[in-house]
């Protein structure tokens, strides 16, 4: 057990007055690649991150739920009976959506008493809320003795925050928390739900993957990310498809688009997804053979996209990822093989494809810019793939 856990278990006891049953955990994630493609039918290759959600939960003799949270030391109540969009705001809307979302599916819950914590940066792109959702999940369904399959909890997960949380996200974040494994990228076709399991050690090569977080303040995000999933499925509608993926399997060329999409800003918007789907596939190949000099261009080439055809980078962003292909090569230095924004967009986090032992220099180099130019400084770590969500005790 790590020193969390018993700490956790402790934490349970001072607020409820009793043992827990047991604790849930479920990561964050970082996606390797593939933006705004999983609500287009399309193809993803996100990992977990070691970062997790975790969650100690007792059940209750009636149909109300108490859920604390040790990150603000909030504690809101609701009863499972009368649960319903709107009843419950804030940040407890998602462990209430997500006990909303398996009810409304029919699997009935006993009242619960939850206690939550997390190692998941907040709002840097990182999947907190679906981290958050799905160890929910775990635990209501275990003490519930109801078993679904990943996928099923991830939809569940997913609906908790389309139809609960009002955020119209994609099925990518929950099913990297609840279906992701250790020293593996996983690889998921949206519209099938197939996955695969793509081998990702970078170690054993001297690579690593930093994970650099802007903190940058997010800017109407919700509405830009709505707004940008409107613009795809207007573009599907011009095209005649049901999704943007069906592009893809019709072998569609980018260039192609420009004698079929007559306004702009659609046509780069069904770019960025066509031209995506291609490097998440042209990803896992490089992941598989090797050519990891091809991965970073595939990675650099995604956050040119975002930039240029989607619009969802900021200056922040964009600077980073220009500080870490440009830094000097000295001896303990070299440039990043691939940088890209990951996330929903509107800043976040920046990931980097670099040489290992160029951790310390990049991070300096990029920090040292960001200064420059008046930005704050990123913070930075290295990430590791992680195993997807568990029961821990
Ligand atoms: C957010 C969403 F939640 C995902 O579904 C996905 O669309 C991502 O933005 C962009 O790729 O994380």
Do not use: K
């Amino acid at each position: 057990m790590s020193a969390a856990r018993p700490a956790l278990a402790e934490s349970f006891h001072s607020a409820f007055g009793r043992e827990c049953a047991g604790i849930w955990a479920a990561p964050g994630r970082v996606n390797l690649i593939g933006e705004h493609t999983d609500y287009n039918g399309g193809f993803v290759l996100p990992f977990a991150l070691p970062q997790v959600s975790e969650v100690a939960v007792a059940v209750r003799e009636d149909r109300m739920v108490q859920v604390r949270s040790l990150l603000n030391g909030e504690t809101a109540h609701f009863s499972l009976d009368g649960l319903a969009p709107g009843v419950v705001e804030g940040w407890a809307a998602y462990p209430a959506g997500m006990l909303w979302s398996l009810e409304q599916a029919g699997h009935r819950l006993p009242g619960l008493d939850l206690l939550i914590d997390s190692s998941v940066p907040i709002g840097a792109g990182l999947s907190s809320s679906a981290a958050l959702e799905c160890s929910v999940a775990l635990a209501a369904t275990d003490l519930a003795g109801v078993e679904l399959p990943v996928a099923e909890l991830a939809r569940l997960a997913q609906h908790a925050e389309n139809d609960f949380v009002g955020m119209p996200c994609g099925i990518m974040d929950q099913m990297a928390s609840v279906a992701a494994q250790a020293e593996h990228a996983l690889l998921l076709d949206t519209r099938s739900m197939g996955t695969e399991q793509v081998p990702f050690t970078l170690a054993q090569d001297d690579l690593a993957l930093l994970v650099l977080d802007s903190l940058a303040e997010h800017r109407l995000v919700d509405g830009e990310y709505a707004a940008r999933r409107a613009q795809c499925e207007s573009g599907a509608r011009l095209l005649g498809v049901q999704s943007l993926r069906e592009l893809n399997d019709d072998g569609v060329a980018p260039a192609d688009l420009q004698a079929r999409l007559s306004d702009e800003v659609i046509l780069r918007r069904v770019r960025h997804v066509l031209t995506e789907n291609a490097r998440v596939l042209a990803a896992r190949e490089a992941l598989r053979t090797g050519a990891y000099a091809q991965l970073g261009e595939i990675l650099t080439a995604s956050h040119l996209s975002q930039r240029d055809d989607f619009e969802i980078t900021v200056a922040e962003t964009d600077t980073m990822v220009e500080a870490l292909l440009a830094a000097p090569s000295s001896e303990s230095v070299q440039p990043a093989l691939g940088a890209r924004q990951v996330g929903g967009g509107f800043g976040g986090c920046v990931i980097a494809l670099i040489h290992a032992d160029s951790y310390d220099g990049l991070l300096a180099a990029v920090q040292e810019n960001a200064r420059a130019r008046g930005f704050t400084e990123p913070t930075g770590f290295l990430a590791h793939p992680s195993a997807g969500a568990r029961r821990l005790a």
